[in-house]
């Protein structure tokens, strides 16, 4: 019998999983993934799109699309027209639906109040999962208001009112309702969004309700100043690790990820998907696959060069305009001052 010459180089034996000591942070990244995994399957309810088209004016957006196409703004490029209608979904839901809270009025007379800490959610607030209810006393006539923060897009089309939760999950919902494909996006810094597949593009659109803001990516990192860690998109298809999407300087995000191991990271993203594919027609799984290629070729182009400074747009380095100034300026959001205000005067133009 021949014998291998040199005994060092054996055939490689398959790696046994890398096993990990689940610390706390890790356990509540794992059980928040669940629940955003979880609560995204809702957004499928053929009665919760009905709801949702009730309220959305179809024929204004398709006229408003068809004319933006017809008479594109000076130095662009036409949209197509899925692209377009979801662009004015978003300014007619920024300037037309949805309401921003900084503190709600007084319930009783519609003064202004105060906070004045939180509260348990009661009987009639629990069935619409508010994740905690802020109480707020009235400087006129002391009565206290609640304002529950809910998590039930389908009671959000009713309220219409919120902060960046409120409204990524509202928005994300019409937006579903007419036949977008959709992911939220949570940032573990503490924001949530909305990506959109562009058919004609062939990936995924960046859509911030709050800011009216469209495929401006690194809006976070280069307008508003963010440290991000985690971005982690859910769809009822699938979780995807998209962070390199929202930054050029990947390598220094990775110096903020340190709680959590990017192999233990993967693996758990990896078992979520595993579990959801098998529900899944072939053909679904098949564009998923062709998707996940050039998503990651994306991701790879980020962490290898990724977007020089000077190819930061022009809309990506606003500062947030979404809250009140104080509150802003309290998180570092507002970016260049300058720059915040020329956007927030762009916002009001659209708003005409």
């Known amino acids: 019998k021949s014998q291998n010459p040199n005994p060092q180089q054996q055939n490689p034996q398959p790696q046994a999983p890398q096993q990990f000591i689940m610390t706390q942070p890790m356990m509540r990244f794992q059980n928040q993934l669940k629940r955003y995994q979880q609560d995204i399957l809702e957004y499928e309810y053929p009665d919760w799109h009905e709801a949702a088209l009730a309220h959305i004016p179809v024929d204004k957006l398709v006229e408003r699309a068809n004319k933006c196409i017809a008479e594109p703004p000076v130095g662009t490029k036409p949209l197509s027209f899925k692209d377009e209608l979801l662009k004015q979904l978003l300014a007619w839901f920024k300037h037309e639906f949805f309401k921003w809270v900084n503190q709600p009025d007084c319930d009783y007379c519609g003064s202004a109040t105060q906070g004045i800490g939180g509260a348990h959610p009661n009987s009639s607030e629990i069935p619409f999962r508010p994740g905690h209810v802020e109480l707020y006393r009235c400087n006129t006539c002391h009565q206290v208001t609640r304002f529950p923060r809910y998590n039930d897009p389908k009671k959000l089309l009713e309220t219409r009112r919120g902060r960046c939760g409120e409204w990524a ?167 260049d001052l300058t720059k915040t205000l020329e956007a927030e005067e762009k916002q009001k133009e659209v708003k005409k």
Request: glycine residues 6%.
């Open 169 to 335: 999950q509202c928005f994300t919902l019409c937006a579903r309702a007419l036949g977008y494909e959709v992911r939220l996006a949570h940032d573990w810094t503490d924001h949530i969004w909305t990506e959109v597949y562009s058919d004609s593009q062939k990936r995924w659109l960046h859509c911030d309700s709050c800011e009216n803001s469209m495929d401006a990516p690194l809006l976070y990192e280069a307008g508003w100043g963010k440290k991000l860690n985690w971005v982690i998109a859910v769809s009822s298809n699938e979780i995807v690790d998209v962070t390199q999407r929202y930054t050029h300087k990947y390598s220094e995000v990775l110096t903020r990820r340190h709680a959590i191991p990017e192999k233990w990271l993967e693996d758990v993203i990896a078992k979520m998907n595993a579990e959801l594919y098998p529900h899944l027609s072939p053909q679904v799984q098949a564009t998923l696959a062709k998707r996940k290629l050039v998503e990651e070729a994306e991701f790879k182009a980020n962490r290898e060069g990724g977007k020089k400074k000077e190819e930061v747009k022009e809309e990506e380095k606003d500062g947030r305009i979404s809250g009140s100034v104080e509150w802003r300026a309290q998180r570092g959001e507002l970016g």
